[in-house]
T-cell receptor
Framework: NAGVTQTPKFRVLKTGQSMTLLCAQD?????MYWYRQDPGMGLRLIHYSVGEGTTAKGEVPDGYNVSRLKKQNFLLGLESAAPSQTSVYFC??????????FGPGTRLLVL | DQQVKQNSPSLSVQEGRISILNCDYT??????FLWYKKYPAEGPTFLIS?????DKNEDGRFTVFLNKSAKHLSLHIVPSQPGDSAVYFC????????????FGTGTRLKVLA
C-alpha cells in the first residue's frame, strides 16, 4: 500500500495563478483532510471530507476550494494564488474521526 | 485564540533519560487527544492517543497523561533514544457540535547520544 500520496511535491506559482493539489489514499478511508503548516503555527485545518461527495470547512478555508468526487481522492484548489498561501500543505486520511494518516506534504511558493 | 498550546518550542534530553512534552488546552469540549511525531520533509505520524474519559494511556516507551481539571496533557518517553529526535505535535478533537481538530505548534525534541 502506498498510503497517502500527494502531487506535486513542490510548486512555484505567480500571484493570481491557479492550481490544484491532488491527494490520493489507498486505504479505503472515509475521512480526508487538508492542512497547511506555517512556521510557529502548527497545522491548521483548511477543509475536510467525511465521505465521497461531501466537504466541509475547517479552521482556515478562505481562498481554497475542495472536491471529493471519488472516495480515494481529495483535491485542493487555489483559484487565485496569493503570497499568503505560501506554505507546506499536508493531506491526511482516517478510517474514523480520531487517528489521521498523513501524506509527505506539498511545498508551495507563491511569488 | 489558540485552543491547543505547546509552550516549549524545544527540548533537549540525554539518551536513556525521560522526555516530557507538555500540552495545554482551553476547550472543555475536546473529547480526544493525540500525539503525532514529525521528521523533516515528512508528514506527521500518529504516536499515541487518549480519550477524555481516561487519565493515562501507555504504549511501549510512550505514555500520555491527561489532567482534565488542569486542561493539561503530557507525553512521557522512557527511555529516550536518538531516533526519537523529531517535532512532536499534540492535537485535540471535538466531535460533538462543531467538528474541530486542532494541533498545537509543536515541540522539537533532541535526544543527545
Amino acid at each position: 500500500n502506498a498510503g497517502v500520496t500527494q502531487t506535486p511535491k513542490f510548486r512555484v506559482l505567480k500571484t493570481g495563478q491557479s492550481m490544484t493539489l491532488l491527494c490520493a489514499q489507498d486505504m479505503n478511508h472515509e475521512y480526508m483532510y487538508w492542512y497547511r503548516q506555517d512556521p510557529g503555527m502548527g497545522l491548521r485545518l483548511i477543509h475536510y471530507s467525511v465521505g465521497e461527495g461531501t466537504t466541509a470547512k475547517g479552521e482556515v478555508p478562505d481562498g481554497y476550494n475542495v472536491s471529493r468526487l471519488k472516495k480515494q481522492n481529495f483535491l485542493l484548489g487555489l483559484e487565485s494564488a496569493a503570497p499568503s498561501q505560501t506554505s507546506v500543505y499536508f493531506c491526511a486520511s482516517s478510517p474514523q474521526k480520531e487517528t489521521q494518516y498523513f501524506g509527505p506534504g506539498t511545498r508551495l511558493l507563491v511569488l | 485564540d489558540q485552543q491547543v498550546k505547546q509552550n516549549s518550542p524545544s527540548l533537549s534530553v540525554q539518551e536513556g533519560r525521560i522526555s516530557i512534552l507538555n500540552c495545554d488546552y482551553t476547550n472543555s469540549m475536546f473529547d480526544y487527544f493525540l500525539w503525532y511525531k514529525k521528521y523533516p520533509a515528512e508528514g506527521p505520524t500518529f504516536l499515541i492517543s487518549i480519550s477524555s474519559i481516561k487519565d493515562k494511556n501507555e504504549d511501549g516507551r510512550f505514555t500520555v497523561f491527561l489532567n482534565k481539571s488542569a486542561k493539561h496533557l503530557s507525553l512521557h518517553i522512557v527511555p529516550s533514544q536518538p531516533g526519537d529526535s523529531a517535532v512532536y505535535f499534540c492535537a485535540a478533537l471535538q466531535t460533538s457540535g462543531t467538528y474541530k481538530y486542532i494541533f498545537g505548534t509543536g515541540t522539537r525534541l533532541k535526544v543527545l547520544a
